[in-house]
């Protein structure tokens, strides 16, 4: 059974930088795509970014293009997430997913089959 495992969280000020990591229990996590997700308290959880499995394409959600960068190693097994200019709505308990294949909406939580029990992150004004 892969499992994901995210790390990284945190309180910061606001303007300030975060770098998630999401890693798997499994070496085949490399052959899929990751996507970030969060979730606000009595919120919806909503799409951040996502990756393909080569590292080739990324995709971001409005409010975090420009601010967030997702990459991976496919070396160290490991995609992040870093954060910058964070803002006080941007807190959340952030979880990475592991997409089902090739990404066709990579904001739909059912392109995703496997998710990590998540890393708060705390943003002070």
């Known amino acids: 059974q892969l499992q994901l495992l995210e790390s990284g969280g945190g309180l910061v000020q606001a303007r300030g930088s975060l770098r998630l990591s999401c890693a798997p229990s499994?070496?085949?996590?490399?052959?899929?795509?990751i996507g970030w997700f969060r979730q606000a308290p009595g919120a919806e959880r909503e799409f951040v970014a996502a990756?393909?499995?080569?590292?080739?394409?990324?995709y971001y959600a409005d409010t975090a293009k420009r601010r967030f960068t997702i990459c991976r190693d496919i070396g160290k097994n490991t995609v992040y997430q870093q954060m910058n200019s964070l803002k006080p709505e941007d807190t959340a308990v952030y979880y990475c997913?592991?997409?089902?294949?090739?990404?066709?909406?990579?904001?739909?939580?059912?392109?995703?089959?496997?998710w990590g029990q998540g890393t708060q992150v705390t943003v002070s004004s």
């Open positions: 997913a592991y997409g089902r294949g090739p990404l066709t909406e990579a904001s739909t939580r059912n392109e995703y089959d496997y």
């Open positions: 499994v070496r085949t996590f490399s052959s899929r795509p």
């Open positions: 990756i393909s499995s080569n590292g080739g394409r990324t």
